[in-house]
């Protein structure tokens, strides 16, 4: 498990991103990302499997019409997560060992997450 290459994984996450929303680190809704996919669409599958089911929040200010978003206690479950300086919130161990700058997480009471899991093949439109 390399530090630079999971720091080059969400550096790649942030800038797919991008390409079709903005990244607000305060913002009151947020996606999910899927760490493990992430890692296995960038093409680090012999990393992959260390990630499966680590969830990056990816904060911003409004979510699409469509898709069913659910509403979660931010202080609960996001409780630990870490927020780089590129806007996404990550599980404190990852922030350590990406090596990337970060401060504690500290998202509204009340976050508006769309339901599913983005990923980056999503992202670029692959799917």
């Known amino acids: 498990m390399s530090s630079k290459i999971?720091?080059?994984?969400?550096?790649?996450?942030?800038?797919?991103?991008?390409?079709?929303?903005?990244?607000?680190p305060n913002?009151?809704?947020?996606?999910?990302?899927?760490?493990?996919?992430?890692?296995?669409?960038?093409?680090f599958i012999d990393d992959y499997a260390d990630f499966v089911?680590?969830?990056v929040l990816a904060p911003v200010e409004?979510?699409?019409?469509?898709?069913?978003?659910?509403?979660?206690?931010?202080?609960?479950?996001?409780k630990g997560y870490q927020q780089l300086d590129s806007g996404l919130a990550v599980p404190n161990h990852i922030a350590s060992l990406s090596g990337?700058?970060?401060?504690?997480?500290?998202?509204?009471?009340t976050l508006?997450?769309?339901?599913?899991?983005?990923t980056p093949r999503i992202m670029r439109g692959d799917e």
Request: with cysteine; glycine share 12%; net charge negative.
């Open 53 to 55: 089911g680590v969830t």
């Open 6 to 24: 999971l720091a080059e994984v969400l550096e790649k996450l942030v800038n797919d991103f991008r390409k079709g929303c903005t990244i607000c």
């Open 112 to 118: 508006r997450i769309l339901l599913g899991t983005l």
């Open 62 to 78: 409004s979510l699409p019409n469509s898709g069913l978003a659910g509403f979660v206690d931010t202080e609960e479950m996001f």
């Open 100 to 109: 990337l700058p970060h401060h504690d997480y500290k998202g509204p009471a």
């Open 27 to 43: 913002g009151r809704n947020a996606w999910q990302i899927d760490l493990g996919q992430s890692y296995k669409d960038y093409g």
